[in-house]
Protein backbone atom coordinates (compact mmCIF):
# COMPACT_ATOMS: atom_id res chain seq x y z
CA UNK A 1 0.00 0.00 0.00
CA UNK A 2 1.31 3.19 -0.86
CA UNK A 3 2.31 6.35 1.28
CA UNK A 4 -0.15 9.22 1.53
CA UNK A 5 1.06 11.78 -1.20
CA UNK A 6 1.95 14.42 1.60
CA UNK A 7 4.27 11.77 3.50
CA UNK A 8 5.23 10.72 0.20
CA UNK A 9 6.66 14.17 -0.61
CA UNK A 10 8.09 15.00 2.55
CA UNK A 11 9.78 11.30 2.47
CA UNK A 12 11.74 12.56 -0.95
CA UNK A 13 12.48 15.65 0.40
CA UNK A 14 14.20 14.75 3.13
CA UNK A 15 16.43 12.09 1.15
CA UNK A 16 16.80 14.81 -1.27
CA UNK A 17 17.86 17.03 1.35
CA UNK A 18 20.05 14.41 3.26
CA UNK A 19 22.21 14.19 -0.62
CA UNK A 20 22.33 17.99 -0.70
CA UNK A 21 24.34 17.84 3.03
CA UNK A 22 26.51 14.92 2.45
CA UNK A 23 27.64 17.12 -0.64
CA UNK A 24 27.48 20.86 1.41
CA UNK A 25 28.38 19.50 4.93
CA UNK A 26 32.20 20.35 4.90
CA UNK A 27 31.18 23.91 4.30
CA UNK A 28 28.23 24.34 6.80
CA UNK A 29 31.11 23.65 9.30
CA UNK A 30 32.19 27.21 9.36
CA UNK A 31 29.12 29.44 9.04
CA UNK A 32 26.68 30.48 12.00
CA UNK A 33 24.64 28.85 13.79
CA UNK A 34 21.69 27.36 12.86
CA UNK A 35 18.12 29.23 13.06
CA UNK A 36 15.18 28.23 14.15
CA UNK A 37 13.06 27.80 10.54
CA UNK A 38 13.44 24.35 8.48
CA UNK A 39 16.05 25.86 6.34
CA UNK A 40 18.93 26.10 9.07
CA UNK A 41 21.21 23.26 8.07
CA UNK A 42 20.71 23.96 4.42
CA UNK A 43 19.23 26.70 2.18
CA UNK A 44 17.85 23.98 -0.60
CA UNK A 45 15.72 22.43 1.91
CA UNK A 46 12.21 23.24 1.67
CA UNK A 47 10.21 24.52 4.40
CA UNK A 48 7.05 22.12 5.39
CA UNK A 49 4.59 24.13 7.76
CA UNK A 50 3.98 21.85 10.66
CA UNK A 51 7.68 20.00 10.53
CA UNK A 52 11.45 20.99 11.31
CA UNK A 53 14.19 19.90 9.64
CA UNK A 54 16.92 18.45 11.86
CA UNK A 55 20.71 19.49 9.68
CA UNK A 56 22.08 16.24 11.88
CA UNK A 57 19.69 14.09 11.68
CA UNK A 58 18.81 15.10 8.11
CA UNK A 59 14.93 14.17 8.58
CA UNK A 60 12.35 16.36 9.46
CA UNK A 61 10.04 16.17 12.67
CA UNK A 62 6.54 17.54 13.86
CA UNK A 63 6.40 20.30 15.67
CA UNK A 64 4.06 19.67 18.73
CA UNK A 65 2.58 22.30 20.87
CA UNK A 66 4.21 23.92 23.66
CA UNK A 67 1.99 22.98 26.68
CA UNK A 68 2.73 19.41 26.26
CA UNK A 69 5.02 18.12 28.90
CA UNK A 70 6.09 15.04 27.18
CA UNK A 71 10.05 16.39 26.34
CA UNK A 72 7.78 18.06 23.05
CA UNK A 73 9.97 19.16 20.24
CA UNK A 74 8.66 23.05 19.47
CA UNK A 75 10.34 25.67 18.20
CA UNK A 76 11.13 27.67 21.11
CA UNK A 77 12.98 24.42 22.74
CA UNK A 78 14.62 24.10 18.74
CA UNK A 79 15.82 27.54 19.47
CA UNK A 80 17.19 27.30 22.73
CA UNK A 81 19.15 24.29 21.39
CA UNK A 82 20.31 25.79 18.36
CA UNK A 83 21.86 29.25 20.51
CA UNK A 84 23.35 26.80 23.15
CA UNK A 85 25.19 25.18 20.24
CA UNK A 86 26.42 28.52 18.59
CA UNK A 87 27.91 29.47 21.79
CA UNK A 88 29.57 26.49 22.89
CA UNK A 89 31.16 27.08 19.36
CA UNK A 90 32.27 30.39 19.91
CA UNK A 91 33.58 29.44 23.48
CA UNK A 92 35.54 26.88 22.16
CA UNK A 93 37.20 29.48 18.91
CA UNK A 94 37.71 31.81 22.44
CA UNK A 95 39.99 29.36 23.66
CA UNK A 96 42.27 28.42 20.32
CA UNK A 97 45.18 30.49 19.62
CA UNK A 98 44.75 31.09 16.01
CA UNK A 99 41.00 33.07 16.31
CA UNK A 100 40.23 34.66 13.63
CA UNK A 101 40.84 38.78 13.45
CA UNK A 102 38.12 40.88 12.77
CA UNK A 103 39.58 42.88 9.87
CA UNK A 104 40.93 40.53 6.75
CA UNK A 105 44.76 41.00 6.86
CA UNK A 106 44.84 42.41 9.85
CA UNK A 107 47.72 41.72 12.38
CA UNK A 108 51.11 42.78 14.22
CA UNK A 109 52.87 42.59 11.44
CA UNK A 110 51.23 44.27 8.97
CA UNK A 111 50.54 46.74 11.22
CA UNK A 112 53.67 47.75 12.38
CA UNK A 113 54.79 47.70 8.46
CA UNK A 114 52.32 49.72 7.32
CA UNK A 115 53.40 52.61 10.29
CA UNK A 116 56.80 52.45 9.22
CA UNK A 117 56.19 52.76 5.76
CA UNK A 118 53.69 55.93 6.77
CA UNK A 119 50.77 54.53 5.72
CA UNK A 120 49.59 55.25 9.20
CA UNK A 121 49.56 58.35 11.28
CA UNK A 122 50.07 57.93 15.24
CA UNK A 123 46.40 58.30 15.38
CA UNK A 124 45.78 55.42 13.02
CA UNK A 125 48.18 53.41 14.27
CA UNK A 126 46.90 53.76 18.21
CA UNK A 127 43.17 53.02 17.19
CA UNK A 128 43.88 49.98 15.35
CA UNK A 129 46.88 48.82 17.75
CA UNK A 130 43.39 49.05 20.29
CA UNK A 131 41.36 47.24 18.22
CA UNK A 132 43.83 44.42 17.59
CA UNK A 133 44.18 44.15 21.33
CA UNK A 134 40.59 44.24 21.97
CA UNK A 135 40.50 41.06 19.66
CA UNK A 136 42.64 38.93 21.46
CA UNK A 137 41.44 39.77 24.82
CA UNK A 138 41.71 36.60 26.69
CA UNK A 139 38.75 35.68 29.89
CA UNK A 140 40.31 35.10 33.26
CA UNK A 141 38.09 34.69 36.02
CA UNK A 142 38.45 36.87 38.95
CA UNK A 143 38.58 35.72 42.75
CA UNK A 144 36.71 37.81 44.85
CA UNK A 145 37.57 37.73 48.64
CA UNK A 146 35.06 38.44 51.25
CA UNK A 147 34.67 38.17 54.97
CA UNK A 148 31.54 36.65 54.21
CA UNK A 149 32.43 33.72 51.64
CA UNK A 150 29.02 31.96 51.68
CA UNK A 151 27.49 34.72 50.47
CA UNK A 152 29.76 35.28 47.63
CA UNK A 153 28.92 31.73 46.64
CA UNK A 154 25.21 32.33 46.90
CA UNK A 155 24.34 35.92 45.76
CA UNK A 156 24.44 36.70 41.92
CA UNK A 157 25.71 39.60 40.61
CA UNK A 158 22.60 41.98 38.64
CA UNK A 159 24.17 45.27 38.03
CA UNK A 160 27.87 46.56 38.01
CA UNK A 161 29.53 49.81 37.55
CA UNK A 162 32.78 51.20 37.89
CA UNK A 163 33.74 54.49 38.99
CA UNK A 164 35.40 57.70 37.35
CA UNK A 165 38.81 56.34 38.12
CA UNK A 166 38.00 52.90 37.38
CA UNK A 167 39.32 51.52 40.85
CA UNK A 168 35.46 50.74 42.28
CA UNK A 169 33.14 48.26 41.36
CA UNK A 170 29.59 49.35 42.96
CA UNK A 171 27.34 46.06 42.72
CA UNK A 172 24.01 45.39 43.20
CA UNK A 173 23.23 41.84 43.97
CA UNK A 174 20.34 39.32 43.96
CA UNK A 175 19.92 37.58 47.63
CA UNK A 176 19.17 34.05 47.71
CA UNK A 177 16.41 34.60 50.42
CA UNK A 178 14.93 37.21 48.33
CA UNK A 179 15.85 41.09 47.89
CA UNK A 180 19.10 42.89 47.00
CA UNK A 181 21.66 44.05 48.57
CA UNK A 182 24.65 46.52 47.75
CA UNK A 183 28.44 46.26 47.33
CA UNK A 184 32.04 47.74 46.41
CA UNK A 185 34.78 45.89 45.23
CA UNK A 186 38.08 47.47 45.36
CA UNK A 187 39.63 46.69 41.43
CA UNK A 188 43.43 47.43 42.89
CA UNK A 189 44.16 43.81 43.09
CA UNK A 190 43.19 43.48 39.30
CA UNK A 191 46.47 42.57 38.23
CA UNK A 192 48.54 39.62 36.29
CA UNK A 193 48.49 36.62 37.21
CA UNK A 194 46.33 36.22 40.28
CA UNK A 195 43.30 39.01 39.29
CA UNK A 196 42.23 38.86 43.10
CA UNK A 197 39.72 41.56 44.53
CA UNK A 198 38.28 42.73 47.94
CA UNK A 199 34.27 42.98 48.32
CA UNK A 200 33.85 45.53 50.85
CA UNK A 201 31.03 44.84 53.19
CA UNK A 202 28.17 47.10 53.28
CA UNK A 203 25.14 48.44 55.59
CA UNK A 204 22.71 48.50 53.52
CA UNK A 205 19.74 45.86 52.46
CA UNK A 206 16.60 46.68 50.96
CA UNK A 207 14.36 44.40 49.06
CA UNK A 208 13.31 46.85 46.36
CA UNK A 209 14.40 46.37 42.57
CA UNK A 210 17.21 48.92 41.18
CA UNK A 211 15.32 50.29 38.22
CA UNK A 212 18.35 53.06 38.01
CA UNK A 213 21.92 53.85 39.26
CA UNK A 214 24.76 56.07 38.65
CA UNK A 215 27.59 57.56 40.51
CA UNK A 216 27.13 61.48 42.68
CA UNK A 217 30.08 63.67 43.70
CA UNK A 218 28.09 65.33 46.00
CA UNK A 219 31.11 65.78 48.52
CA UNK A 220 33.89 64.58 46.18
CA UNK A 221 34.11 62.69 42.86
CA UNK A 222 32.41 59.50 43.12
CA UNK A 223 31.26 60.35 46.57
CA UNK A 224 27.64 59.07 46.25
CA UNK A 225 25.64 56.34 44.57
CA UNK A 226 22.26 57.05 43.22
CA UNK A 227 19.50 55.13 43.07
CA UNK A 228 16.40 54.85 41.61
CA UNK A 229 14.30 52.34 43.78
CA UNK A 230 10.62 51.13 42.57
CA UNK A 231 8.22 51.15 45.54
CA UNK A 232 5.99 47.67 46.65
CA UNK A 233 2.83 47.82 48.42
CA UNK A 234 2.21 51.02 50.31
CA UNK A 235 6.05 51.99 50.31
CA UNK A 236 6.26 54.34 47.82
CA UNK A 237 9.22 54.74 45.03
CA UNK A 238 12.46 57.04 45.99
CA UNK A 239 15.65 58.41 45.02
CA UNK A 240 18.48 57.32 47.17
CA UNK A 241 21.83 59.24 47.48
CA UNK A 242 24.10 56.75 49.33
CA UNK A 243 27.60 57.64 50.25
CA UNK A 244 30.07 55.24 49.77
CA UNK A 245 31.21 55.96 53.03
CA UNK A 246 28.99 53.80 54.11
CA UNK A 247 30.49 50.52 52.95
CA UNK A 248 33.24 49.00 55.79
CA UNK A 249 36.84 49.44 55.63
CA UNK A 250 36.38 51.83 52.34
CA UNK A 251 36.94 54.58 54.22
CA UNK A 252 39.65 56.26 56.20
CA UNK A 253 40.44 55.70 59.52
CA UNK A 254 38.37 58.34 61.28
CA UNK A 255 36.23 59.28 58.76
CA UNK A 256 32.29 59.47 59.69
CA UNK A 257 30.26 57.46 57.47
CA UNK A 258 28.01 59.91 55.34
CA UNK A 259 24.36 60.72 55.67
CA UNK A 260 21.91 58.66 53.32
CA UNK A 261 19.37 60.89 51.83
CA UNK A 262 16.09 59.44 50.23
CA UNK A 263 13.92 61.69 48.26
CA UNK A 264 10.04 60.62 47.96
CA UNK A 265 9.99 59.86 43.76
CA UNK A 266 7.42 57.56 42.36
CA UNK A 267 8.25 55.42 39.28
CA UNK A 268 11.36 56.73 37.82
CA UNK A 269 12.51 54.62 35.01
CA UNK A 270 15.86 56.33 35.02
CA UNK A 271 18.28 58.92 36.61
CA UNK A 272 21.40 60.94 35.75
CA UNK A 273 23.87 63.10 38.00
CA UNK A 274 25.09 66.81 37.22
CA UNK A 275 28.26 68.32 36.99
CA UNK A 276 27.10 71.18 34.79
CA UNK A 277 27.39 74.52 36.20
CA UNK A 278 24.06 75.70 35.59
CA UNK A 279 22.55 72.61 37.56
CA UNK A 280 25.22 72.16 40.41
CA UNK A 281 24.72 69.74 42.99
CA UNK A 282 21.28 68.26 41.26
CA UNK A 283 20.45 65.44 39.81
CA UNK A 284 17.55 64.35 37.01
CA UNK A 285 14.98 61.62 37.66
CA UNK A 286 13.12 60.44 34.52
CA UNK A 287 9.30 59.51 35.26
CA UNK A 288 6.48 58.50 33.25
CA UNK A 289 5.44 61.38 31.38
CA UNK A 290 7.73 63.88 33.48
CA UNK A 291 11.42 64.79 34.00
CA UNK A 292 12.41 65.55 37.41
CA UNK A 293 15.35 68.10 37.99
CA UNK A 294 16.21 67.90 42.26
CA UNK A 295 18.71 70.19 44.31
CA UNK A 296 20.20 67.65 46.30
CA UNK A 297 20.95 71.54 48.55
CA UNK A 298 17.73 73.27 48.55
CA UNK A 299 15.46 70.13 47.70
CA UNK A 300 13.89 72.46 44.74
CA UNK A 301 12.69 70.79 41.61
CA UNK A 302 11.95 71.79 38.14
CA UNK A 303 9.05 69.52 36.52
CA UNK A 304 8.91 69.18 32.66
CA UNK A 305 6.35 67.51 30.74
CA UNK A 306 6.32 65.06 28.42
CA UNK A 307 4.14 62.85 26.02
CA UNK A 308 6.05 59.20 27.21
CA UNK A 309 8.06 57.62 29.60
CA UNK A 310 12.00 58.62 30.21
CA UNK A 311 13.76 55.20 30.51
CA UNK A 312 17.29 56.96 29.53
CA UNK A 313 19.11 60.40 30.86
CA UNK A 314 22.57 61.84 30.79
CA UNK A 315 23.59 65.62 31.28
CA UNK A 316 25.91 67.14 29.27
CA UNK A 317 29.03 68.62 31.16
CA UNK A 318 30.03 71.65 29.05
CA UNK A 319 26.65 72.89 27.72
CA UNK A 320 23.44 73.36 29.63
CA UNK A 321 21.61 70.37 28.20
CA UNK A 322 20.05 67.64 29.85
CA UNK A 323 19.37 64.71 26.87
CA UNK A 324 16.76 62.65 27.47
CA UNK A 325 15.29 58.68 25.95
CA UNK A 326 11.41 58.26 25.76
CA UNK A 327 9.73 54.76 25.33
CA UNK A 328 8.26 56.32 22.32
CA UNK A 329 11.47 56.51 20.44
CA UNK A 330 12.21 60.64 20.67
CA UNK A 331 15.14 61.59 22.50
CA UNK A 332 15.03 65.40 23.31
CA UNK A 333 17.08 67.68 24.82
CA UNK A 334 16.25 69.88 27.86
CA UNK A 335 17.81 73.58 28.24
CA UNK A 336 18.87 73.57 31.76
CA UNK A 337 18.04 77.69 31.58
CA UNK A 338 14.86 77.74 30.67
CA UNK A 339 11.63 77.53 33.23
CA UNK A 340 9.33 74.34 33.27
CA UNK A 341 6.54 77.04 32.80
CA UNK A 342 8.11 77.95 29.58
CA UNK A 343 7.77 76.36 26.22
CA UNK A 344 10.64 76.68 24.71
CA UNK A 345 12.99 74.15 26.66
CA UNK A 346 13.17 71.50 24.02
CA UNK A 347 17.05 72.37 22.56
CA UNK A 348 17.36 69.13 20.23
CA UNK A 349 15.10 66.28 18.58
CA UNK A 350 15.69 63.19 17.66
CA UNK A 351 14.07 60.13 16.56
CA UNK A 352 14.37 56.30 16.55
CA UNK A 353 11.40 53.62 15.59
CA UNK A 354 11.83 51.67 18.76
CA UNK A 355 11.86 52.52 22.79
CA UNK A 356 15.25 54.21 23.59
CA UNK A 357 17.34 52.60 26.32
CA UNK A 358 20.31 54.55 26.52
CA UNK A 359 21.90 57.83 25.48
CA UNK A 360 25.48 58.49 25.70
CA UNK A 361 26.97 62.03 25.03
CA UNK A 362 30.34 62.02 23.27
CA UNK A 363 33.30 63.93 25.06
CA UNK A 364 33.05 67.00 22.64
CA UNK A 365 29.38 67.33 23.27
CA UNK A 366 29.01 67.44 19.28
CA UNK A 367 27.67 63.91 18.35
CA UNK A 368 25.27 61.12 20.66
CA UNK A 369 25.15 57.73 20.66
CA UNK A 370 21.51 55.68 21.22
CA UNK A 371 20.35 52.78 21.48
CA UNK A 372 16.80 51.28 21.24
CA UNK A 373 14.49 48.25 21.92
CA UNK A 374 14.67 46.81 18.24
CA UNK A 375 18.33 46.75 18.21
CA UNK A 376 19.86 49.78 16.40
CA UNK A 377 22.53 51.76 17.74
CA UNK A 378 23.08 54.94 16.18
CA UNK A 379 25.32 57.76 16.26
CA UNK A 380 23.92 61.22 16.12
CA UNK A 381 25.21 64.48 14.77
CA UNK A 382 23.94 66.96 17.07
CA UNK A 383 24.40 69.97 15.23
CA UNK A 384 22.69 68.52 12.14
CA UNK A 385 20.22 65.88 14.07
CA UNK A 386 21.31 63.64 11.27
CA UNK A 387 22.35 60.18 12.08
CA UNK A 388 26.05 59.03 11.06
CA UNK A 389 26.65 56.22 11.23
CA UNK A 390 25.17 52.93 12.60
CA UNK A 391 26.33 49.50 14.55
CA UNK A 392 25.10 46.24 13.09
CA UNK A 393 24.22 42.86 15.43
CA UNK A 394 23.15 44.47 18.36
CA UNK A 395 20.08 42.11 19.83
CA UNK A 396 17.30 43.66 21.93
CA UNK A 397 13.69 43.11 21.63
CA UNK A 398 12.18 44.98 25.25
CA UNK A 399 15.34 44.84 27.27
CA UNK A 400 16.32 47.77 29.24
CA UNK A 401 20.16 47.72 28.03
CA UNK A 402 23.30 50.39 28.63
CA UNK A 403 25.55 51.19 26.29
CA UNK A 404 29.21 51.88 26.78
CA UNK A 405 31.08 54.64 25.05
CA UNK A 406 35.12 54.41 25.45
CA UNK A 407 36.46 56.90 22.75
CA UNK A 408 40.34 56.34 24.11
CA UNK A 409 40.27 53.13 22.65
CA UNK A 410 37.74 54.16 19.85
CA UNK A 411 35.40 51.51 20.87
CA UNK A 412 31.81 50.72 21.75
CA UNK A 413 30.59 48.00 24.20
CA UNK A 414 27.23 46.89 24.51
CA UNK A 415 25.18 43.53 25.84
CA UNK A 416 22.52 41.67 23.83
CA UNK A 417 19.17 40.34 24.95
CA UNK A 418 21.24 37.45 23.49
CA UNK A 419 23.66 37.14 26.41
CA UNK A 420 26.49 38.45 23.59
CA UNK A 421 28.52 41.41 24.60
CA UNK A 422 29.99 42.81 21.53
CA UNK A 423 32.43 45.38 20.66
CA UNK A 424 32.63 47.90 17.81
CA UNK A 425 34.85 50.11 16.24
CA UNK A 426 34.11 53.74 17.38
CA UNK A 427 35.24 55.04 14.30
CA UNK A 428 33.32 52.98 11.47
CA UNK A 429 31.11 50.72 12.75
CA UNK A 430 33.14 47.50 12.71
CA UNK A 431 32.23 44.85 14.72
CA UNK A 432 35.44 43.82 16.78
CA UNK A 433 34.59 40.80 19.10
CA UNK A 434 31.56 38.81 19.85
CA UNK A 435 32.01 37.41 23.16
CA UNK A 436 29.16 34.71 24.80
CA UNK A 437 28.96 33.97 28.00
CA UNK A 438 29.88 31.60 29.96
CA UNK A 439 26.58 30.37 30.85
CA UNK A 440 23.55 29.30 28.82
CA UNK A 441 21.53 31.93 27.22
CA UNK A 442 18.82 32.94 29.60
CA UNK A 443 16.73 36.39 30.34
CA UNK A 444 17.53 36.20 34.33
CA UNK A 445 21.61 35.79 33.39
CA UNK A 446 22.46 39.02 30.92
CA UNK A 447 25.71 39.56 31.97
CA UNK A 448 26.57 42.79 32.72
CA UNK A 449 30.09 44.78 32.17
CA UNK A 450 32.18 48.02 32.52
CA UNK A 451 34.97 48.53 30.36
CA UNK A 452 38.01 50.89 31.05
CA UNK A 453 40.89 52.46 30.00
CA UNK A 454 42.68 51.61 33.31
CA UNK A 455 41.14 48.93 35.24
CA UNK A 456 42.18 49.15 39.19
CA UNK A 457 43.33 52.72 38.68
CA UNK A 458 45.53 55.04 36.91
CA UNK A 459 48.31 52.62 36.18
CA UNK A 460 46.38 49.83 35.12
CA UNK A 461 45.38 48.31 31.64
CA UNK A 462 42.32 48.64 29.60
CA UNK A 463 39.56 45.78 30.20
CA UNK A 464 36.44 44.35 30.00
CA UNK A 465 34.97 43.08 32.88
CA UNK A 466 32.14 40.82 32.77
CA UNK A 467 29.85 39.95 35.75
CA UNK A 468 27.04 37.03 35.51
CA UNK A 469 25.39 34.64 38.37
CA UNK A 470 27.81 34.10 41.24
CA UNK A 471 31.17 35.04 38.88
CA UNK A 472 33.04 38.00 38.08
CA UNK A 473 35.35 37.98 35.02
CA UNK A 474 38.01 40.02 33.37
CA UNK A 475 39.12 40.39 29.64
CA UNK A 476 42.53 42.06 29.72
CA UNK A 477 44.47 43.85 27.20
CA UNK A 478 47.83 42.44 28.53
Not at 61 to 79: A, D, Q, V
Not at 90 to 106: D, H, M, N, P, S
Not at 142 to 151: F, G
Not at 302 to 313: A, H, K, M, P, R
Request: aromatic residues 8%.
Amino acid sequence: MGLPKGLDQMRHLRNDAGAQQSTQGSSDGHGEAPSTSSTAGNSSVPDLPGYYFDPEKKRYFRLLPGHNNCNPLTKESIRQKEMERKRLKLLEEEKQQGKKIARLGFNTSSLLQKSKLGFLNATSYCRLAHELRVSCMQRKKVQIQSSDPSALASDQFNLIMADTNSDRLFTVNDVKVGGSKYGIISLHGLKTPTFRVHMHENLYFTNRKVNAMCWASLNHLDSHVLLCLMGIAETPGCATLLPTSLFVSNHAAGDRPGMLCSFRIPGAWSCAWSLNIQANNCFSTGLSRRVLVTSVVTGHRQSFGTSSDVLTQQFAVTAPLLFNGCRSGEIFAIDLRCQNQGKGWKATRLFHDSAVTSVQILQEEQCLMASDMAGTIKLWDLRTTKCIRQYAGHVNEYAHLPLHVHEEEGILVAVGQDCYTRIWSLHDGQLLRTIPSPYPTSKADIPSVAFSSRLGGSQGAPGLLMAVRQDLYCFSYS
